[in-house]
């Protein structure tokens, strides 16, 4: 097996043990432009969970602001937090799946 298509695989599948640090290790110390390249790519997808978790703290803080009666205020933070979840999910499987997608590559 090629060592550049193990490494590109592996940083899609750091999303189980270091979602942030292998990739950002792997991008400055491969000297490959398509292992960098996949390097960049699985960062950008394991920052986007990261992202999607710091919304709803804006969303209850909107509102609560908003003045929106309790029961539309609960119902916009609950659809917020399904939303994510949703969000987060198809981020964990496209890592999963790249990671796959490379390794099987020839």
């Known amino acids: 097996m090629n060592t550049n298509k ?3 695989s592996l940083c899609y599948f750091s999303i189980f043990f270091a979602p942030f640090l292998f990739p950002i290790i792997v991008y400055f110390i491969s000297d490959e432009r398509e292992v960098k390249q996949h390097a960049k790519k699985s960062l950008l997808s394991h920052i986007i969970p990261i992202v999607t978790i710091i919304v709803p703290f804006f969303m209850i803080l909107f509102a609560g602001m908003s003045g929106a009666p309790e029961a539309f ?3 916009v933070v609950i659809f917020g937090f399904i939303l994510i979840g949703i969000v987060n999910l198809v981020a964990f499987i496209y890592n999963i799946v790249q990671g796959i ?3 099987k590559t020839v």
């Open 101 to 103: 997608k490379i390794l």
């Open 73 to 75: 205020a609960f119902g």
């Open 6 to 8: 193990l490494l590109s």
